[in-house]
């Protein structure tokens, strides 16, 4: 064998041991992400039917059902709650959403339950049963609307009215505390579209959005824009809702607007069905 020939031999035996390692990584990447596929698929599944099993109606006469929104709004996971996926449902009336619900699945090893968070988007009580038998009865607003200081002139055109909401939402900022660190804060994403866009068939409601702030693609924030009717104008109104039952903070325009305290645990604050955020588990006997 001549020493070209031996060179040739090294260079290729070389190439070998260098992309080895890359290879390794790019079959790891492929596997995790087919693992992702599947378990998103199966929280998809489970929480979908899982949504079908609610009733909710506005006041507690039940006269005014809910409709529940037929596909999830936003399909989620966190990177730094590992193995955690979910769905998000919204149930309307007169194409306003009432109540919103992140039904979400944990695939760790001593954790693989379903959990359910709710949050009344209602500005009153709310009656719910789960296969007829009841469920969850906040009788508190969920929300309340406040004007958008220096908010521009409602427009006229739908397309015109989902720019500016985007625009507005933009000039909010919000941050999570660390459950067991509350002075460790992270600023939280602003997903860049609207996760529900409002259906109204309400005369005093032109139009809103729902917006999240995320960790990861988790939502934690919830941030509601309404064009609603006051006088003979409509003007834009806002509110903010946790999804998440550490301390919340938001901002606008840099200024605070709105901030919650931690409420678990004990995970018995966040069980209670007479409250407006409520995160019951949907697998029976299962442990947060």
Do not use: C
Not at 41 to 47: G, H, I, N, P, R
Not at 58 to 71: A, S, V
Not at 146 to 171: H, I, K, S
Not at 257 to 262: D, E, N
């Amino acid at each position: 064998m001549n020493a070209y020939s031996q060179s040739n031999i090294m260079l290729a035996l070389a190439a070998v041991f260098v992309t080895a390692p890359a290879l390794t990584s790019v079959t790891q990447i492929y596997a995790q992400d087919q693992i992702d596929k599947e378990r998103a698929e199966e929280t998809l599944k489970l929480a979908t039917e899982k949504a079908t099993e609610f009733d909710f109606y506005l006041g507690n006469d039940r006269k005014q059902k809910l409709t529940l929104h037929p596909r999830s709004v936003l399909r989620w996971s966190n990177p730094v709650s590992t193995a955690l996926y979910g769905e998000v449902f919204v149930w309307t009336a007169a194409g306003r959403p009432e109540i919103i619900a992140s039904m979400h699945k944990f695939f760790q090893s001593t954790r693989r339950h379903m959990t359910g968070e709710f949050h009344s988007l209602a500005r009153g009580p709310i009656f719910g049963l789960q296969n007829e038998q009841e469920f969850w009865v906040p009788q508190e607003a969920g929300v309340s609307l406040a004007l958008l200081p220096e908010a521009p002139p409602v427009a006229r055109a739908a397309p015109q009215r989902l720019l500016q909401m985007r625009t507005l939402a933009r000039g909010f900022s919000a941050e999570t505390s660390a459950r067991d660190e509350p002075e460790n804060r992270e600023q939280l994403r602003l997903l860049p579209k609207p996760i529900y866009r409002y259906e109204s068939t309400n005369p005093t409601l032109l139009d809103g959005a729902i917006f999240a702030f995320v960790q990861g693609t988790n939502p934690e924030v919830l941030l509601l824009l309404e064009a609603r009717q006051v006088g003979n104008e409509h003007v834009w109104q806002h509110a903010l809702a946790r999804f998440n039952s550490v301390a919340l903070r938001a901002s606008y325009d840099g200024q605070q607007v709105w901030s919650v305290p931690q409420v678990a645990p004990p995970w018995e604050n966040v069980r209670d069905p007479r409250k407006a955020y409520f995160v019951p588990l949907l697998d029976p006997g299962a442990e947060p």
